[in-house]
């Protein structure tokens, strides 16, 4: 065998014995599927839990829409025995009642009901934000059963600034304005009646304050003796479980106005 020969034999064996430059047939696109296999699976993953997420959601809106009302809720305070009529709901630019989506309120009255609400009297004094109810409404006059409306007139110092239809005050006995009181019973003054409801309350023009108090019979007479001599003033107490006015939400629901 000559030279050129061996030469060229050698190479082809070289071309034989050495791989391609790029590795295997197949072996750079087998990688890339490889690579590529978890990424298409994780979003094919994440793509299905959101169509479970949005189905659940979806559901659960289905099932929970049935419970939401439209129901009247007091947009102002209202006083005890108030006579509600269509001008506090229709007609007024600033009404008393309006109109809020809500659920899960026993009793709630619906705006489609509102025509049943008029002629009727409050029970109870009622709060901003409450939703009004069949029984905070009735067609009887007040005061109800055991208890007294009274009126007593004082000096505004003895009147918190405060005070408004529904709150809720101590009467306390005192000395007469101007005069010394005993200090054993200024240290431990005695409380006339706890726990009443002020049904309406006004400045007149003497500068004296006119507060009518719906309180319990067996306190109406002594609270409105009192009050005769000058020897009354009102302390304003806070709302607890249990007071009148205390039935007002927590819903977080937005008022949409009056009915009109």
Known sequence: M????????????????APPAGGLPGAASLSKAVSKAPRRYG???ISFLVVIA???????LYVNKGGVEEVLVVAQPIPVGHPITEDDVRTSRDPLLVSRSVSGVDGAILVSDVDSVFGQRTTVALLPGQVLTEDSLTGDLLPQEGKRLIAVNLPA???PETLAPGSVVDAIAVPQEGQAGDPKALDDPVVLSAGATVYSSKTSPDGTVVVTILISETDAKTVAAYGAVGQLT???APITEGDPADSAPQDDGTTTGGQG
Not at 2 to 17: E, M, N, Q, V
């Open 234 to 236: 009102l302390l304003q």
């Open 43 to 45: 979003q094919m993953l």
């Open 2 to 17: 000559t030279s050129l020969d061996s030469r060229t034999s050698g190479r082809a064996d070289d071309r034989r014995a």
């Open 157 to 159: 110092g003895r009147v």
């Open 54 to 60: 949005a189905v659940i959601a979806g559901g659960w």
